[in-house]
């Protein structure tokens, strides 16, 4: 088992900076991949951006240029710089971690963080 935990987040006003850290511990294997999503009010979980073993990232459109995703590997970590947030970054936020370890291939859930941005 894989246990996810995440700190960060809170209450910024717009135009402020978060910083989101999630870091996986337990049984971790071959990590394919590490990542962000959100889910506002009434809306489905969406991703933000994620990063691949190799390093390599993909981002929602609405935060590129804004969020910056990266990963300290020796530490299982994961890290979301949000800045220049806005009111519609408001959301809880979910890390997710995928990977392979033996013959089994799964992806676990953070619990989740709240962050929102007043204007």
């Known amino acids: 088992q894989v246990q996810l935990v995440q700190s960060g987040g809170g209450l910024v006003q717009a135009g402020g900076s978060l910083r989101l850290s999630c870091s996986a511990s337990g049984s971790i294997g071959r990590i394919n991949e590490m990542g962000w999503y959100r889910q506002a009010p009434g809306k489905q979980r969406e991703l933000v951006a994620t990063m691949s073993s190799s390093g390599s990232t993909n981002y929602a459109n609405s935060v590129k240029g804004r969020f910056t995703i990266s990963r300290d590997n020796a530490k299982n970590t994961v890290y979301l710089q949000m800045n220049s947030l806005n009111s519609e970054d408001t959301a809880v936020y979910y890390c997710?971690?995928?990977?392979?370890?033996?013959?089994?291939?799964?992806?676990?859930w953070g619990q989740g963080t709240q962050v929102t941005v007043s204007s």
């Open positions: 997710r971690l995928a990977q392979v370890l033996g013959a089994y291939t799964g992806a676990y």
